[in-house]
């Protein structure tokens, strides 16, 4: 156990819809980082925040955003959901400055 | 930027036996660089990491990686395999400037065969 968590482990939706997901960091944890994988794009970071603010973006599309809220747990919002959204999405979070994550199990989202 | 190759997609070995999985990096600037399992149905968990020092790095399950800076690589071992081992093996990099966003190889999975 990682001791990050993340809801809902699956989710079914229709294209067109929007969904959040949601993650709570380790305790004490001020970065939280989200993460697409898919069969063929494989791992991508999509966003970081730290302590509420946005860090960092990768590859994250204008259809989706996130927010850290102030009791540090994070949540990713995607919009005008596509097949091609389908994947695993990972929230992992870090406390000290090495880049060393610790990742939820994931939330599986599949868009029909 | 940052990217990763994992030269092997797949990689099937006998228990016991030793194993190495591949992994070489391209980067402009200092990273760190980790080793990540990801079992069937589960999350990543870090395996091993290369930070400063040593370059020869031993992680959980037995396994180890040698950092070589002149080849950009990070090769990770293990002597004798088991079947439990068989999982999704990812390199990662992370600079060790501001930016700690991991940049992740495409995987390498190993499967061990009874």
């Known amino acids: 156990d990682s001791g990050v968590t993340q809801t809902p482990k699956h989710l079914i939706t229709a294209t067109g819809q929007r969904v959040t997901l949601r993650c709570s960091p380790r305790?004490?944890?001020?970065?939280v980082y989200w993460y697409q994988q898919s069969l063929d794009q494989g791992l991508q970071f999509l966003i970081q925040?730290?302590?509420?603010?946005?860090?960092a973006k990768g590859n994250i599309l204008e259809r989706f955003s996130a927010q850290q809220f102030p009791d540090l747990h994070s949540e990713l919002n995607l919009s005008s959901l596509e097949l091609g959204d389908s994947a695993l999405y990972f929230c992992a979070s870090s406390q000290k400055n090495t880049g060393e994550l610790f990742f939820g199990e994931g939330s599986r989202l599949t868009v029909l | 930027a940052q990217s990763v190759t994992q030269l092997d997609s797949q990689v099937p070995v006998f228990e016991e036996a030793p194993v190495e999985l591949r992994c070489n990096y391209s980067s402009s600037v200092s990273v760190y660089l980790f080793w990540y399992v990801q079992y069937p149905n589960q999350g990543l968990q870090l395996l091993l990491k290369y930070l400063s020092g040593s370059t020869l790095v031993k992680g959980i399950n037995g396994f180890e990686a040698e950092f070589n800076k002149s080849q950009t690589s990070f090769h990770l071992r293990k002597p004798s395999v088991h079947i439990s081992d068989t999982a999704e093996y990812f390199c990662a990099v992370s600079p060790t400037g501001s930016a700690r966003q991991l940049t992740f190889g495409s995987g390498t999975q190993l499967t061990v065969l009874p």
């Open positions: 305790s004490g944890d001020l970065s």
């Open positions: 925040y730290y302590n509420g603010e946005e860090r």
